[in-house]
Structures are given as structure tokens and as C-alpha cells.
């Protein structure tokens, strides 16, 4: 069963902060409370992120697209802990009207029916906890050069 799962946030974070976290396709460990570890291998398209959740799961990524014009990453999960044959992520970059950022992030995804649902709230919980995290690394990096 196909399942689009989109999740909206504004943040309180610049645009272009934002979208330069997002584009270097890193940091998800510090974003994710259930990522243990992420590592890049490759730059741009065609890199591949590699994370260990905490209960040591696997889950690897392939970038797909990376477009600094319209500030949307695209990746494909092509190894998953989750019951999912497919798994595609679009994370976009909007600026709102006080120029912070307003991020898009849509999970397109196969599942047996039966888990379609669960799987919807699992990847919903997961991405608003990660856009959380986002908005407090941002926050706290926005906030040290500052200080200096």
C-alpha cells in the first residue's frame, strides 16, 4: 500500500541556516533522539548516509536530489529496520513571511496494508522529534558565534 506521510514545521531559525544544515545530509544523530549514529560516505548526489538507530537497527540513504535553488533534498531509503519495500524522503525549505524557515518534509512509502497506518504515525512521531532536534541544534549554533 502506497502512504504519503507529510510533516510541516516552522521553525525559529533562519532560512538559509536551515537549508545549509539540511543540504550537507549529516547531523540526523543529532537531530533524531532514536538515530545512534550517522556518517556520510560521497558528497552530493549519489552520497550515501548510513545510521544505526538506538536499538541497532540499520538504515541507509542514497541522495537523490539536491537542489539549492528550490532547497530540496530528496533521498531514498534503500535499507530500512521498518517493514517498507520503498521509502522516499523530500525535504523542503520555505521561507515564511519573517524569514524563518518553514520545512515540508513528505515520507512517500510502501507497506503491507496492514501496517500502512502505524507505520504513518511511526514515521510522523519520528520526524516532528527530528525537526525538533533541528530547530535546537540551529538555535544553539545560531547562538555561539555570537557570543564570541
Known amino acids: 500500500m502506497h502512504t504519503k ?13 536551515t537549508w ?3 543540504s550537507r545530509i ?3 544523530d ?11 560516505e560521497g558528497n552530493g548526489i549519489g552520497a550515501y548516509r548510513k545510521m544505526t538507530t538506538i536499538e541497532g537497527g ?7 536530489e539536491i537542489d539549492h535553488k528550490l532547497k530540496r533534498l530528496v533521498y531514498l531509503r534503500v535499507k530500512s529496520p521498518f517493514p517498507v519495500t520503498y521509502y522516499q524522503g523530500t525535504v523542503e525549505v520555505f521561507e515564511s ?7 515540508a518534509w513528505t515520507v512517500d512509502f510502501e507497506s503491507d496494508p ?5 507505520l504513518a504515525e511511526l514515521v510522523r512521531e519520528a520526524i516532528s522529534a527530528g525537526l525538533d532536534g533541528m530547530e535546537g541544534d540551529l538555535r544553539s549554533e545560531i547562538a555561539s558565534p555570537a557570543s564570541g
Open 30 to 40: 543529532v537531530w533524531f533522539p532514536f538515530i545512534a549514529a550517522c556518517s556520510v
Open 97 to 103: 513571511f519573517d524569514s524563518m524557515a518553514v520545512i
Open 20 to 22: 545549509e544544515a539540511i
Open 58 to 64: 540499520e538504515i541507509t540513504d542514497i541522495i537523490q
Open 114 to 118: 496492514k501496517d500502512s497506518a502505524s
Open 26 to 28: 549529516g547531523r540526523l
Open 5 to 17: 506521510q507529510p510533516i510541516t514545521k516552522k521553525l525559529n531559525a533562519p532560512v538559509e541556516k
